[in-house]
Nanobody, 124 residues
Framework: QVQLVESGGGLVQAGDSLRLSCAAS????????MGWFRQAPGKEREFVAA????????AYADSVKGRFTISRDNAKNTVYLQMNSLKPEDTAVYYC?????????????????WGQGTQVTVSS
């Protein structure tokens, strides 16, 4: 099992940037592909971005493509989500998740371990 702790959320204005971090512990971080998901009030949790174990492959939801960047530092056991040009519709709780495989996935059920989430609120 991998323990995951997200940080970096907050209240920002539309057009601002935030960088989320997710620190992992408990197992060998580089053995896991990682994903970011988000859940807005009254909505289902949805895929945001994923990154492979090595960091060589990434994938994004269409809604964030070109604005968000996922990256990882295996030496620091940390995955990041750089969010630029934020919009009010990006407001949600953001979760990181670990998938014991080479490549990430957009399906929640493929991920075995989840963090507690960090709130991102974008005002207009």
């Amino acid at each position: 099992q991998v323990q995951l702790v997200e940080s970096g959320g907050g209240l920002v204005q539309a057009g601002d940037s935030l960088r989320l971090s997710c620190a992992a512990s408990g197992r060998t971080f580089s053995n896991y592909a990682m994903g970011w998901f988000r859940q807005a009030p009254g909505k289902e949790r949805e895929f945001v971005a994923a990154i492979s174990r090595s960091g060589s492959r990434t994938a994004y939801a269409d809604s964030v493509k070109g604005r968000f960047t996922i990256s990882r530092d295996n030496a620091k056991n940390t995955v990041y989500l750089q969010m630029n040009s934020l919009k009010p519709e990006d407001t949600a709780v953001y979760y990181c998740a670990a998938k014991p495989a080479d490549y990430g996935s957009l399906y929640l059920t493929d991920y075995h371990d989840w963090g507690q989430g960090t709130q991102v609120t974008v005002s207009s």
